[in-house]
């Protein structure tokens, strides 16, 4: 539908700084941006006009990682580190995801909690079992979300019911991607879950898949200190981690994104830089598993491309926000101990908006041939538009979000559920936004 | 009045583990816990029972340092460190804090908050106003909080309309600790705003007036490191930080709270063990100001007592359940850096219930003999308690709390405001919790 939204808007068509385009109509065409101006042009006159007079209107969010079934261990086994918590509290949890029935009720929660949450678009991990993460994929797309969504591949290095057969994992991959579950919003990615769970021959079926079919990919890279040295005892051939993942062509020969990112080797970042993998920086998740934090402005200053992901259920919520928090806040601290210049509120605000959106094509901006993803925000009226931004940033709440657009869709038009009454899908004794299940 | 809630209570009575204590009758008279009984003893039979089958109940929050005219403030400006942080940003906001109106308007919509947020103690910086300090004061009684509150003192370091003469800084503080809108439950506490903003004179004249008064002290100690530097140039014949307050009598001869406590020197930590000091751990705002990370668990293996502040409007939220899990994580990255052995959650939960609670008495855990503060928190009712726990404390809001006691007393009782309809403070767009104002 063609159609004209007026209101002010702030956006980050550059990293470095705000822009702020007040009483403007933004002129949509289909799903993209025909253009933004302060007067109604007379060609466009005819459209209809949906006005949020006193609103601020901010790009969606993009979170680029997060794990679908550890939606509901969110929150809970905090006091482990990545690999035991992997075989305490999340492998039991992915195993319950071989029932599709058992999938549908718990993604059909997730897909309403991302909306809620003002997340517009999204890379997603599954589980190993391709029926229900088809499920995951139908549901996206009944909410409106745009997203990919990986089949998560695995055949070494987990307990029996989340083992796959090399074969098995790489057949299923195949009929999972060539799902007709999937569409221009919502697709599929190649998804090793990182370089222990796979065997080289799995790495190599996979490597040879995404090129053969343009597939793109996801995976962890460098989260914790143990997995490093796991990968080095598996692997003992490889002089890094990324070296792995670049040997078997799953590295940047199609759009890559490598979440984490913590404790980068120099030939990791060099093979980072020369393929275009954008990493995913998840502060929250790296700091619940004591993992580290991600030096983020010595590979910025290598033209590194870095979105924010939440990582749930490492990280504990899905309200991006207040990973673009996080993420200041641990920039802050690589700026004691390192001298590393801080992230400003506008570089993490166009990582989780334009920088993470630009892995979906033009999304995340309110520029001309752009895809019209939005939200529409209220409260804080009195204050300076800035100054709401910052507010809502840090102190506010998905109960702010008055409306949603994804690629020029209203998600309130889209969704059943959203229609009947937006705001009721966010009551306060439910609590979606942050991530009760 | 005394009475008996029926529940299922969880808490810290000692900082190593949580103690659950499912299905049972706790005896109240008038503010103190007789007893917790698995049955209902005879002799109290005939006291009115309040059950809150199904929910959890915990102890009420403890924010040990808070500043109180910076509740506008929250989220603003964060893209300074300490100093410039003052001077650009609070100074103004705490200018305004000379109009009366103006404080009584603006406290009281953070008492409330305050209360929404499961604070029921808490630890105040007013400003060097006086009269809008005891505004805050008489708020807080109405509101049925249990706090220590403070007039700032500063006679230097700061822009004129914040600036007092020694002389009036003294007068006034006396005038202020001896006004009637003290209670047993809204008390007075010194409170220098820290060393460089107070002359030795200011100092001295503090120290003469605890020892004789017999007051309790705040102030910041070690917060950033340009302060230190400052600190070193204004008081150049002492050694270190704490050794200025220490030589005027404010570190330690009477109860004392010191904020932050990042960058301790050896002197500073022997000074503290020794005065029996508490330190206020305010993790989010030291991430949000740049300032570094307390290293905890050294201070907690020399016997220092750490409790846990918000410090907005250096922190941005109000609610503790966010403070524990940032010194949480916190305590992880110094795990990673230095080995320190990390936080549990009940360490941490203890540090924001009857860690910080001993500065207000026997407070923040449900034993004989203690005060009855605590919260009844409803959801995730499906998950076994310590789940439950842990759930609400990462992932919970304000919203959960479905009622507060404070020394024995229902704050929906006590407050018109919430006896109309406790949720009604709270509704979703309001967010009193994440500190709109």
Known sequence: MDQIIKGSFVHTPTSDAFEF??????????????GVYTELPEAWSHLPVTAYDGAMIIPGFVDLHLHAPQFEQMGLGMDHELLGWLREHTFPVEAKYQSAPYAEVMYSRL????AANGTTRAAIFGSIHAESTLILARLLREQGLGAFVGKVNMDRSA?????????????????????????AMVKPILTPRFAPA???????GLGDMASARGLPVQSHLSENEDEISLVKTLFPDFHSYAEVYEHFGLFGRTPTLMAHAVHLQER??????????????????????????????????RGIRIGLGSDIGAGHSLFMPQ??????????MQHQMHGDQPLSL??????????????????????????????VISGYDELPIMSRLEKFLYCGGPEQIAARYVAGESMAKKSQSFMDNESNI???HVGLHRGRN
Chains 1, 2 share one sequence.
């Open 21 to 34: 385009l007040p009483d403007r109509y933004t002129v949509i065409l289909g799903r993209t941006i025909q």
């Open 323 to 332: 990973i673009i928090i996080s993420a200041i806040q641990t920039a802050k």
């Open 346 to 375: 506008a570089e993490a605000f166009y990582m989780a908006t334009k920088g993470g959106g630009e892995f979906f094509g033009p999304v995340g901006s309110f520029e001309r041939g752009w895809e019209f993803d939005a939200l």
């Open 111 to 114: 897909v309403k909690a991302l």
């Open 159 to 183: 307990a029996p019911p989340l083992l796959e057969t090399t074969e098995d994992s790489l057949t299923d991959s195949v009929s999972f991607a060539e799902s007709d579950r999937f569409d």
């Open 198 to 204: 796979c065997t080289p021959a799995l790495l190599q």
């Open 268 to 301: 990791d970042v060099e093979l980072a830089a020369r393929g275009g993998v954008m990493l995913v920086h998840c502060p929250l998740s790296n700091l619940n598993l004591a993992s580290g934090m991600m030096r983020v402005r010595p590979l910025l200053k």
């Open 426 to 428: 966010f009551p306060p």
